[in-house]
């Protein structure tokens, strides 16, 4: 199984800031097998990017997605208010497909 | 518009069974592969399990083998999750979602129901 270990946990910052967040594999996912979603309380889970880079219809384009191998990268240019929420990663490359564990995105 | 409904969930004991429903419309249900995610709760997301279009292929995780089933029925765009032997650890909100795969065969989870809640527990 392939394990995806998401850092930081949690991301405390303020609207108008940068956001990295990370995504490392346990074994190398190919890069069109990586998503990362967006998930809101209460809410179900947003896709943002898959295929590592490609924007989903809707993602605004402060969203860019990055990485391979077993290396990826969530990042925001720009944070706006509705993007403090939860983000995860996940792989289809290999059986069973897993999740990340999220990260958390907090407002400072 | 497209939209995934799910219902069904509820309180169980274990060992029990429950079937959960996930209704599909605005698209075209019978061409997608279908999935099953689900998230105990405060917790990550957990894929479940997907059913090809025409249901003749079916994929599990290993904690849910032999006692899920997936199945569909596509001429009334529906999808369904029997769940048997239910455990403590089932306890989740459990969402359907449509698994796409774009013109280059790359695959994401582009829609998803707002999710039912299943609560294993005595």
């Known amino acids: 199984e392939i394990v995806l270990t998401q850092s930081p946990g949690t991301l405390s910052l303020s609207p108008g800031e940068r956001a990295t967040l990370s995504c490392r594999a346990s074994?190398?996912?190919?890069?069109?097998?990586l998503a990362w979603y967006q998930q809101k309380p209460g809410q179900a889970p947003r896709l943002l990017i898959y295929?590592?880079?490609s924007r989903a219809t809707g993602t605004p384009d402060r969203f860019s997605g990055s990485g391979s191998g077993t290396d990826f990268t969530l990042t925001i240019s720009r944070l706006e208010p509705e993007d403090f929420a939860v983000y995860y990663c996940?792989?289809?490359?290999?059986?069973?497909?897993?999740f990340g564990q999220g990260a958390k995105v907090e407002i400072k | 518009e497209v939209q995934l409904v799910e219902s069904g969930g509820g309180l169980v004991q274990p060992g029990g069974s429950l079937r959960l429903s996930c209704a599909a419309s605005?698209?075209?249900?019978?061409?997608?592969?279908m999935t099953w995610v689900r998230q105990a709760p405060g917790k990550g997301l957990e894929w479940v399990a997907n059913?090809?279009?025409?249901?003749?292929?079916?994929y599990y995780v290993d904690s849910v083998k032999g006692r899920f089933t997936i199945s569909r029925d596509n001429a009334k765009n529906s999808l369904f999750l029997q769940m048997n032997s239910l455990r403590a650890e089932d306890t989740a909100v459990y969402y359907c979602?449509?698994?796409?795969?774009?013109?280059?065969?790359?695959?994401?989870?582009?829609?998803w129901g707002q999710g039912t809640l299943v609560t294993v527990s005595s």
């Open positions: 074994q190398s996912v190919s890069s069109s097998y």
């Open positions: 605005g698209f075209t249900f019978s061409s997608s592969w």
């Open positions: 979602a449509r698994l796409y795969y774009d013109w280059n065969d790359v695959p994401s989870f582009d829609y």
């Open positions: 059913i090809q279009q025409d249901g003749s292929n079916k």
């Open positions: 996940q792989q289809y490359g290999g059986s069973p497909w897993t």
């Open positions: 295929g590592a880079s």
